[in-house]
């Protein structure tokens, strides 16, 4: 598969683009508003084609898919645009600003009759399969669980402190743990969060929620812009636990490990280093080539985003929420 990448983006410059040229498949253009800068890239990553303007590389570019790591607000836009040339697009997280908008890509994307992929790398590492194989069939009934993602935000001009650019903690960071508790637990009933908004930019700096379960368990989640690095989740069974640290960025050289305890036996199972960029790039590619559905399909992508939004509402009117999962 040849890939053009949308803007010269951080995670497309030192994650994605890496890890795509690890694959079997290859760079073959990447486009920016500011031509002079996608030249630049092009030259330091050795990618053959460089365009000023998105519409010319969709146009002119030998290119079969498009990853597109634009800021939040600009994904639905660019993604349909992307589609409109009969493109596939591995989009990143979050997809959109919210399940509305999601669900009109998606729609969009089939009617154009190419395949749409949210960027959630770490479902791809073995590490994050092996969790979830030990919750549902080592681990007893699932009673509670906990997953964090905070680092320190120090640049006040950053886009994620935009609410335009539909920013926040909760959209940037807090999106992984409602994936992964989703993962584990199912899909979540009621929800209630508190938002802080410390740097008075509009969107939330910090926010804490708790999802209800029909099964009675209950799960906390929290992302934050004010606290040291940290990326955790850990699970409560009624004949044990499971717990996991840097569960969501870790790097292609980075040895991790499980620690968990069934029925008082203790274990812990480090992985190999692994690229779960690279990981998610092939799976893409192997969907698209077989006419599947992807393992991040429209469905899941968009259940993760209806909680996103109850989370939101809820820390606005300060009450418990109902997911809306239609």
């Known amino acids: ?3 053009g990448i949308i803007s010269t983006a951080g995670i497309a410059r030192k994650a994605l683009i890496p890890a795509i040229e690890r694959s079997s498949h290859e760079v073959t253009a ?3 508003r500011d031509g002079d800068r996608a030249a630049e890239v092009a030259e330091d990553l050795d990618i053959p084609n460089a365009y000023g303007s998105y519409e010319t590389m969709f146009e002119e570019a030998p290119i079969d898919a498009v990853y597109n790591p634009l800021p939040n607000a600009f994904h639905a836009e660019w993604t349909m645009r992307a589609a409109d040339a009969g493109l596939d697009v591995l989009c990143e997280k979050p997809i959109a600003e919210d399940a509305d908008e999601a669900r009109e890509m998606f729609e969009y994307c ?5 395949t749409l992929m949210e960027a959630f790398m770490y479902r791809f590492h073995p590490r994050t399969e092996r969790a979830a194989e030990i919750a549902s069939e080592e681990l007893g009934e ?3 669980g906990s997953s964090t993602f905070t680092f ?3 640049d006040p001009t950053d886009i994620r402190l935009d609410p335009d650019l539909a920013g926040g903690s ?3 960071l807090g999106c992984y743990t409602v994936s992964a508790m989703r993962l584990f637990l199912g899909e979540p009933e009621r929800v209630y969060a508190r938002s802080v908004d410390t740097r008075d930019s509009g969107v939330d700096s910090q926010l804490t929620g708790v999802l ?3 099964s009675g368990a209950t799960a906390r989640i929290h992302s934050a812009f004010d606290s040291p690095f940290g990326e955790s989740y850990r699970l409560e069974a009624v004949d044990g636990w499971l717990e996991a640290e840097n569960v969501f960025g870790a790097g292609p050289n980075q040895t991790v490990s499980i620690e968990y305890e ?3 036996r203790r274990a812990t199972e480090e992985f190999e280093p692994v690229d779960p960029y690279q990981q998610e790039v092939e799976h893409f590619a192997e969907a698209v080539e077989a006419g599947e559905r992807p393992r991040i399909d429209d469905v899941e992508s968009l259940r993760n985003m209806a909680v996103i939004d109850a989370l939101y509402e809820s820390a606005d009117r300060g009450e418990v929420v109902t997911v809306d999962q239609h």
């Not at 089939?110 to 190419?114: F, K, P, S, Y």
């Open 212 to 214: 209800e379960f029909e």
């Open 170 to 172: 909760l959209m940037d």
């Open 142 to 144: 699932l009673r509670g």
């Open 152 to 154: 320190r935000l120090d």
């Open 262 to 264: 069934v029925d008082g």
């Open 30 to 32: 990447i486009a920016s």
């Open 1 to 3: 598969m040849r890939f």
């Open 110 to 114: 089939a009617e154009q009759d190419v």
